[in-house]
């Protein structure tokens, strides 16, 4: 059993009970939705995720002036709507397809703004990018490079391009997003001189414009120090650079990361200030070295989008193994949210209609899928009387989830709806076992 002050923390303050004691988003009982749309579900806040792009964009341009920029790393959630979001909040996008390219088309998002990354780009996704109009490429490798300069050459275009530098940094985060380390499969690393080569690479090629320098350390990180020591590294580069090729670096992308809240023990990150810190420190570097602080970027994608979201289920089984363990089964699971089964992230689930009772129990939270690895948390504290047709809520789902589901023993993936003044409306439909297959011919 937990103690009272542990059994219940809504960790984001778009989480509310109203007086019945029934779990709302953004003012919005969840059950109504539940109702109204089926389970699984995704939900989202509109209004959380708009208020993290004006927070971004004021600390940012509070930190490095005007003309710096926030890119919205679709990655972590990309859809028509979202990229309409960023397109009225003034934000940059950060995509990594042809998928996430069309996407964002589709919403109308001017592509000028669009940064195009991914560490192999095919051939017919770099033509597809220029032809579409993307802004920038951020390049990783010397192959990439040359086969932008030919494809760029042949369309008469001068593409402009960052180059992704491998700083050297150990994020401390888990291992499948730690992205700075010299040994990463992504950019050139500034330790074994590979960096300084792309650079003056990128320098000779007629169809390259080359505007500066981009880096990604990792994700869910929540020690400011690290970009602390990312922004130092990559202004040393920059200034290096300058130096020994004489080159002049317009713009540095430092990347994304910043952590967010999955359970009450996790801290919340306050993003202006870690800005702001940032900042300071970054322009006291470039005084020191005697450069001009190029345009500065930042690519956030979990914190833009990870807490307005969260995903309903309904309970179906629930099974105890006397001496061993209690399962409660939802109707969704590895396949809406792969988190757990791949990285053993943690979770908060709560009943949806009344707090966790005192009298609690701890239950491992399954999914449906025919795998014993489709967990999506163990040792959930939840009402002992749990059962069929419950609806449970598992919360901060709006990152990495509907972008990384999956149609694993052929299951539908859930819509996704927005929550906006009290309203709700479809953003992406649910799939049905029709459009399942729909591609078998
Ligand atoms: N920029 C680049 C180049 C990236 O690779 C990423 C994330 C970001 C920005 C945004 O990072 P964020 O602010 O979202 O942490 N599937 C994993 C996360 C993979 C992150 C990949 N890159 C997860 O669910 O935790």
Same mark, same amino acid.
Do not use: W
């Given at each position: 059993?937990? $103690?009272?002050?542990?059994? =219940?923390?809504? &960790?984001?303050? /778009? %989480?509310?009970?109203?007086?019945?004691?029934?779990?709302? %988003?953004?003012?919005?009982?969840?059950?109504?939705?539940?109702?109204?749309?089926?389970?699984?579900?995704?939900?989202?806040?509109?209004?959380? &995720?708009?208020?993290?792009?004006?927070?971004?964009?004021?600390?940012?341009?509070?930190?490095?002036?005007?003309?710096?920029?926030?890119?919205?790393?679709?990655?972590?959630?990309?859809?028509?709507?979202?990229?309409? +979001?960023?397109?009225?909040?003034?934000?940059?996008?950060?995509?990594?397809?042809?998928?996430?390219? *069309?996407?964002?088309?589709?919403?109308?998002?001017?592509?000028?703004?669009?940064?195009?990354?991914? /560490? /192999?780009?095919?051939?017919?996704?770099?033509?597809?990018?220029?032809?579409?109009?993307?802004?920038?490429?951020?390049?990783?490798?010397?192959?990439?490079?040359?086969? +932008?300069?030919?494809?760029?050459?042949?369309?008469?275009?001068? #593409?402009?391009?960052?180059?992704?530098?491998?700083?050297?940094?150990?994020?401390?985060?888990?291992?499948?997003?730690?992205?700075?380390?010299?040994?990463?499969?992504?950019?050139?690393?500034?330790?074994?001189?590979?960096?300084?080569? +792309?650079?003056?690479?990128?320098?000779?090629?007629? @169809?390259?414009?080359?505007?500066?320098?981009?880096?990604?350390?990792?994700?869910?990180?929540?020690?400011?120090?690290?970009?602390?020591?990312?922004?130092? &590294?990559?202004?040393?580069?920059?200034?290096?650079?300058?130096?020994?090729?004489?080159?002049?670096?317009?713009?540095?992308?430092?990347?994304?990361?910043?952590?967010?809240?999955?359970?009450?023990?996790?801290?919340?990150?306050? +993003?202006?200030?870690?800005? %702001?810190?940032?900042?300071?420190?970054?322009?006291?570097?470039?005084?020191?070295?005697?450069?001009?602080?190029?345009?500065?970027?930042?690519?956030?994608?979990?914190?833009?989008?990870?807490?307005?979201?969260? $995903?309903?289920?309904?309970?179906?089984?629930?099974?105890?193994?006397?001496?061993?363990?209690? *399962?409660? @089964?939802?109707?969704?699971?590895?396949?809406?949210?792969?988190?757990?089964?791949?990285?053993?992230?943690?979770?908060?689930?709560?009943?949806?209609?009344?707090?966790?009772?005192?009298? /609690? =129990?701890?239950?491992?939270?399954?999914?449906?899928?025919?795998?014993?690895?489709?967990?999506?948390?163990?040792?959930?504290?939840?009402?002992?009387?749990?059962?069929?047709?419950? %609806?449970?809520?598992?919360?901060?789902?709006?990152?990495?989830? !509907? @972008?990384?589901? @999956?149609?694993?023993?052929?299951?539908?993936?859930?819509?996704?709806?927005?929550?906006?003044?009290? #309203?709700? !409306?479809?953003?992406?439909?649910?799939?049905?076992?029709?459009?399942?297959?729909?591609?078998?011919?």
């Amino acid at each position: 059993m937990i $103690t009272t002050a542990k059994r =219940e923390r809504l &960790i984001c303050e /778009n %989480l509310t009970r109203d007086t019945a004691g029934e779990l709302c %988003l953004a003012g919005v009982p969840l059950s109504s939705l539940a109702k109204e749309y089926g389970t699984p579900l995704y939900l989202y806040d509109e209004e959380r &995720i708009r208020e993290r792009c004006k927070t971004y964009l004021s600390a940012v341009r509070a930190a490095f002036g005007e003309n710096s920029q926030v890119l919205y790393a679709s990655k972590a959630a990309s859809f028509k709507r979202l990229y309409e +979001i960023m397109k009225d909040e003034g934000m940059g996008i950060d995509v990594v397809s042809r998928g996430e390219i *069309y996407t964002a088309r589709l919403a109308g998002f001017p592509l000028c703004r669009a940064y195009f990354h991914s /560490n /192999n780009k095919t051939d017919e996704d770099i033509t597809y990018a220029i032809d579409a109009g993307v802004g920038c490429f951020v390049v990783d490798n010397a192959e990439e490079l040359y086969a +932008i300069n030919e494809m760029a050459g042949e369309r008469k275009v001068k #593409q402009k391009v960052l180059l992704r530098i491998t700083p050297g940094i150990d994020p401390h985060t888990y291992a499948a997003v730690a992205t700075g380390k010299v040994d990463s499969k992504f950019g050139s690393a500034i330790e074994t001189g590979q960096a300084k080569e +792309i650079t003056e690479l990128a320098l000779s090629l007629p @169809s390259i414009d080359l505007l500066g320098f981009h880096c990604h350390v990792g994700s869910q990180i929540f020690d400011a120090d690290v970009y602390l020591s990312t922004g130092d &590294i990559m202004l040393s580069f920059v200034a290096d650079m300058q130096r020994e090729l004489g080159f002049t670096a317009r713009e540095l992308d430092i990347g994304g990361g910043l952590g967010v809240r999955y359970v009450a023990d996790q801290p919340t990150v306050d +993003i202006e200030k870690t800005v %702001l810190t940032v900042g300071e420190s970054m322009r006291k570097r470039a005084r020191e070295l005697d450069i001009e602080l190029p345009k500065i970027a930042l690519e956030p994608g979990r914190s833009i989008v990870a807490d307005a979201g969260l $995903t309903l289920y309904t309970v179906g089984t629930v099974k105890r193994i006397p001496g061993y363990k209690s *399962y409660v @089964s939802v109707d969704g699971g590895m396949t809406d949210n792969p988190r757990y089964a791949l990285y053993g992230s943690p979770y908060t689930i709560l009943p949806v209609m009344g707090e966790i009772p005192p009298e /609690n =129990e701890q239950m491992s939270v399954v999914g449906r899928c025919c795998e014993s690895g489709d967990i999506l948390q163990e040792n959930v504290p939840l009402p002992k009387d749990i059962k069929r047709g419950d %609806l449970l809520a598992c919360l901060t789902t709006g990152a990495y989830h !509907y @972008s990384m589901a @999956s149609n694993y023993n052929k299951i539908t993936r859930p819509p996704v709806v927005m929550l906006k003044d009290g #309203q709700s !409306y479809i953003a992406v439909r649910g799939e049905t076992v029709e459009d399942l297959a729909s591609h078998d011919v």
